[in-house]
């Protein structure tokens, strides 16, 4: 998938490709499942990885809905 296939799917709260991808918000600092029923993050802030390592070691926390959900951590 591309950023922008990325970008349109979040915010469908659709559970399919969580795992796949996480979405992590640069002016949060939080990270988030696909399927987050946040606010959808403007694209320009959003950067995405294939891990939750991948966030976590870019200074990225999870957010508080998600935790709960996947137990990231
Ligand atoms: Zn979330």
Redesign the pocket.
């Known amino acids: 998938m591309t950023d922008e296939e990325k970008y349109k799917f979040i915010g469908c709260r659709d559970t399919k490709y969580d795992g796949v991808f996480y979405t992590a918000v640069k002016t949060t600092g939080i990270f988030?499942?696909p399927s987050?029923k946040?606010k959808k993050p403007l694209e320009k802030n959003v950067i995405f990885y294939d891990t939750k390592d991948k966030a976590i070691k870019n200074g990225f926390r999870a957010?508080k809905?998600?935790k709960q959900i996947a137990s990231l951590s």
């Open positions: 988030c499942l987050c946040a957010c809905i998600c």
